[in-house]
């Protein structure tokens, strides 16, 4: 990880999944039952307050923090570059597809992969299973990292680092690449999406992947909902509460019609 500038926010999401039998083909979702039947069996339908409460409950706070204000919207202003880093190159591949997918769903959010580390603002590391609390360690240090494992004993992570006016100017994401297709999906779209600005778990919503009783492995109608208000022009980092309270009637028409349109729902 770099070494963040002050001041700085540095936040962690973790997604607790199961493992499953790894495959030397990359899978796309639709190819992988648990995440078929998901989708066959997914909620497509909320009314205005259930995606406002999703919001807002994600969108401000965080699981688990280390320093900065969490009562404010925290989002990339600028176009979104990630980088992977590892040797699976299949898990690569993967990746990209869920980049792509995230890209062409979230109307307002220019996101893409680049090979040059130097350019990315988003930096995925892939690691072995049994590697994960060592790369921790060398990311946040042995003691938060000791902190990190008890208090979320996660299967894979991701923060980020804001600068004064709540606009996140880095995000690192770690990744296990050796715990099945629907581990390592599960994560990528929950943990790219976090380092994004949501990084706020809830138990309190059960529509979204931003719930650690809730695994989805593909990007789903209503956290579709989330970041679209979030990335929407209206929504500005460092906006409070009440700000974006008065901000998201109009914001939400927009975005349910957006949203409809890229999943072809009625």
């Known amino acids: 990880m770099r070494q963040p500038c002050s001041p700085i926010l540095l936040l962690l999401a973790a997604a607790l999944t199961t493992s499953l039998t790894d495959a030397i083909v990359p899978a796309t979702g639709a190819e992988i039952p648990a995440i078929a039947s998901r989708q066959r069996n997914e909620k497509k339908v909320f009314t205005d307050a259930e995606i406002v409460e999703g919001f807002l409950k994600t969108a401000f706070g965080a ?13 990339y202003d600028r ?37 040059n580390n130097d350019a990315a603002n988003v930096v995925v590391k892939l690691v072995r299973d049994r590697e994960l609390y060592r790369t921790i360690a060398i990311f946040y240090g042995q003691e938060r990292a000791r902190e990190i494992r008890t208090s ?9 680092r804001k600068n004064e006016n709540y606009e996140i100017e880095h995000s690192d994401v770690i990744l ?13 779209y929950e943990e790219l999406l976090q ?11 059960p529509w979204t ?10 990007f789903d109608v209503y956290d579709q909902y989330l970041l679209n208000l979030l990335y929407d022009p209206r929504i500005k980092p460092g906006m409070n509460v009440q700000e974006v309270k008065a901000a998201l009637p109009e914001v939400l028409t927009d975005v349910r019609a957006w949203v409809a349109k890229v999943n072809h729902l009625e």
């Open 176 to 188: 296990t690449v050796d715990n099945g297709d629907f581990v390592f999906l599960d994560c990528a």
């Open 195 to 205: 380092s994004l600005g949501p990084i706020n778990d809830t138990a309190t919503v």
């Open 152 to 160: 979320l004993d996660p299967q894979c992570l991701s923060g980020f």
């Open 209 to 218: 992947m931003f719930n650690d009783s809730v695994s989805m492995g593909f």
């Open 63 to 75: 699981e688990y923090h280390l320093a900065g204000r969490v009562d404010r919207i925290r989002k």
């Open 79 to 115: 176009p979104v570059r990630v980088f992977a880093d590892g040797n699976r190159a299949d898990r690569k591949v993967q990746l990209a597809k869920v980049i792509a997918d995230i890209r062409a769903k979230v109307q307002h959010l220019d996101i893409a992969m680049t090979d």
